[in-house]
């Protein structure tokens, strides 16, 4: 898991506090504005930015000994996207507004590029979006469809790759062969 980060700043974002709840979009005159960062516990290497003490944005230098910190994989903070962080999209933070709780979060690697500082090699990342649907409000719509469309007999069988509707025709129950 790679962990969250939300940082009041001064400079401008594409998420701002209105003084009631966190908001995406671009409001100017807001002087409440919050920078994202996703961070891992990877080596850091010259080029890369990290993160020391949850709020201290670094670039990373040669001869820099920033052990401590943590790797900055995406950011909001244009002024690491320019020097080839990757932007964390508004999918995300459109889910993230939603689930404000949220402190940590899956990436994995889909590619690599040469960009950014130095012309090093980078990786473009995908964030994982976390399920929020329990089993109840998985099943609830098979329940419902099963009870409009088929009869009180009906059993809905499904597994990752089938789903399958299967109706009895006949029953016959007996405990007579059960083994103790």
């Known amino acids: ?42 080596d850091l290497n010259h080029g890369d930015f990290c993160l020391r003490n949850n709020d201290e944005v670094h670039y990373v230098t040669k001869g820099s000994n920033f052990s401590k ?8 903070d244009s002024w690491c996207r320019v020097h080839g962080v990757q932007n964390i999209d ?34 473009v990342y995908k964030i994982i979006i976390p399920s929020q649907v329990t089993f109840e409000q998985a099943v609830k719509p098979l329940m ?3 009870s409009e469309n088929s009869n009180p007999h009906a059993t809905a069988i499904v597994t990752c790759r089938l789903a399958e509707l299967v109706e009895g025709m006949r029953v016959f129950k007996t405990d007579e062969f059960l083994i103790d």
């Open 1 to 42: 898991m790679n962990k969250l980060h939300l940082i009041q700043s001064d400079k401008h974002s594409s998420l701002y506090h209105d003084g009631e709840i966190l908001r995406l979009g671009y409001d100017r005159d807001s002087k409440n504005f919050y920078q994202m960062y996703i961070t891992s516990f990877e």
């Open 144 to 146: 419902k469809w099963l």
């Open 69 to 76: 910190g943590n790797k900055i994989l995406l950011t909001t």
């Open 90 to 123: 508004d999918n995300f933070l459109e889910w993230f507004i939603q689930n404000i709780d949220c402190t940590e979060v899956d990436v994995v690697t889909t590619d690599m590029y040469r960009g950014g500082v130095g012309m090093n090699y980078n990786f």
